[in-house]
């Protein structure tokens, strides 16, 4: 990408993040309101189950509310400690979504004591969901509809594997090459390696007591 089209699309993203906050916001005004109605047909009409439905559909559509509002982009956040396991969790609910991977089978493992690091949410999200789109976009191409990510670590980096069979083509290539400056721009590490028929991408980062522990190595 050219460098007036990379701030073509920059300028885009920051009136997308825009648009999102802001029709995130009429919608959840508006499942309050369902929310409201529900409430009051429980009350006056106790026996009738439409207060019930159309409650639960309130709550639905409050969840996926909340999953449009984890697309904006969180441009002035600073770091933070984040559970990796708890936004790769978000990131499957996204994909879930995604019209072009509704094919796909997401499994997820997490293996025990993995610890928090700090970063940025807001891109790592963002990072997280780039690298496994890639992923899902090269098993759907091999035909072989499934993503594997794994959530491991030790007393010094968490990292999350993401395994599927199938290579990228160009568009895929320059959307790992867009996640690896993310991920690097918040303190990570994006690697690649293919075995056998399969690509497996890796994101590490240091842990939140290694990133203490550089801090007060810094200071001597």
Request: glycine share 10%; hydrophobic share 40%.
């Amino acid at each position: 990408m050219s460098g007036s089209n990379r701030s073509a699309a920059e300028a885009w993203s920051g009136v997308q993040d825009g648009l999102l906050s802001g029709i995130g916001h009429a919608l959840n005004n508006r499942a309050a309101s369902v929310s409201a109605l529900a409430q009051v047909l429980s009350v006056t009409h106790p026996s009738d189950a439409m207060g019930a439905t159309l409650g639960g559909e309130a709550e639905r559509l409050e969840e996926t509310i909340a999953l449009l509002r984890l697309l904006v982009r969180r441009w002035e956040s600073a770091p933070e400690p984040v559970q990796l396991p708890e936004t790769l969790a978000d990131v499957q609910r996204l994909m879930r979504h995604h019209s072009g991977f509704r094919e796909i089978a997401f499994t997820q493992s997490v293996e025990p004591g993995v610890l928090p690091i700090w970063t940025e949410p807001s891109s790592l999200l963002h990072g997280l969901c780039m690298v496994v789109g890639c992923a899902a976009r090269g098993a759907e191409r091999s035909g072989r509809a499934g993503v594997r990510i794994r959530c491991h670590g030790n007393s010094r980096v968490s990292a999350v594997e993401v395994t599927a069979a199938g290579d990228q083509d160009s568009a895929g290539n320059a959307t790992l090459a867009g996640a690896n400056v993310l991920i690097e721009s918040i303190g990570g590490v994006l690697r690649s390696e293919c075995e056998a028929d399969e690509r497996r991408l890796q994101i590490e980062f240091p842990t939140l007591p290694e990133v203490r522990r550089m801090e007060r190595d810094a200071l001597l």
